[in-house]
C-alpha cells in the first residue's frame, strides 16, 4: 500500500475502507483490517499508528487529531470506535462542527481485547491487557489488566498477580477482599 505512511507485509486491508488523510496512517506487520473500516486523520500534524499483530473486525472507526495508537497484539471487534477528539460545543450560535476540535491522548495498549459495539473516547489510555466489554463506553486512564464494562466504562476485574487469578474490583480498580 504505497500511499499509506507505512504499511508492513503481510498485512491485510478488506474492501471497501475508506481512508482521510491516508499519508499520516501507519501500519504494522500482520495487521487485518476487515472491510467497512474508516481511519480518519483530521490534520497534516496527526496521525494513526496500529502496531504489529493487529486485528480489527468490520464497521471499524477511528478519527485522530492528534497522535493515536493501537499497541501491538491488539484484538478489536465489530463496530467499535476509537477517537482522540472532542468537538467544543460552547458557543450556541454556531453549529457544532464549525467549532474546535478538543484533542486529548488516547492510546489502546499491548494485548487488548476490545468487544464488540464499544466505544472508546478522547482521553483514554488502556493499559497492556485490558479488556473492555461489548457496548461499554470508555473514558479515563485504566491500569495494566484490568476488565472494563458498563456505560460509563468502568473496571470490575483485575488480574492479582499475587494470586494469579483475576479477581473482582471497586470501579477504582481496588480488590473488594483481601488476598
Not at 486485528?55 to 487529531?65: E, L, P, V, W, Y
Not at 476509537?82 to 467544543?88: L, R
Not at 484533542?103 to 468487544?115: A, D, Q, R, V, Y
Request: hydrophobic letters at 40%; proline letters at 3%; a positive charge.
Amino acid at each position: 500500500m504505497p500511499f499509506l505512511g507505512s504499511f508492513g507485509f503481510p498485512s491485510y486491508i478488506g474492501s471497501p475502507i475508506y481512508f482521510r488523510n491516508f499519508k499520516r496512517i501507519f501500519i504494522g506487520k500482520r495487521v487485518r483490517i476487515y472491510p467497512n473500516s474508516r481511519l480518519e486523520v483530521v490534520d497534516s500534524e496527526s496521525k494513526i499508528i496500529i502496531e504489529d499483530n493487529v486485528s480489527i473486525a468490520q464497521n471499524f472507526h477511528m478519527t485522530s487529531g492528534g497522535v493515536l495508537l493501537l499497541k501491538k497484539n491488539t484484538t478489536i471487534a465489530e463496530n467499535v470506535m476509537i477517537t482522540n477528539i472532542d468537538h467544543e460545543y460552547k458557543a450556541i450560535d454556531k453549529h457544532i462542527l464549525d467549532q474546535e476540535y478538543i484533542h486529548k491522548k488516547t492510546e489502546i495498549g499491548e494485548n487488548c481485547l476490545i468487544g464488540f459495539g464499544a466505544a472508546i473516547q478522547a482521553g483514554t489510555i488502556l493499559g497492556k491487557h485490558c479488556v473492555v466489554g461489548a457496548n461499554a463506553v470508555v473514558r479515563g486512564v485504566f491500569p495494566d489488566y484490568c476488565v472494563i464494562v458498563g456505560v460509563p466504562g468502568r473496571i470490575i476485574k483485575r488480574y492479582n498477580h499475587k494470586s494469579k487469578i483475576w479477581c473482582k474490583t471497586n470501579s477504582k480498580g481496588e480488590f473488594v477482599q483481601n488476598i
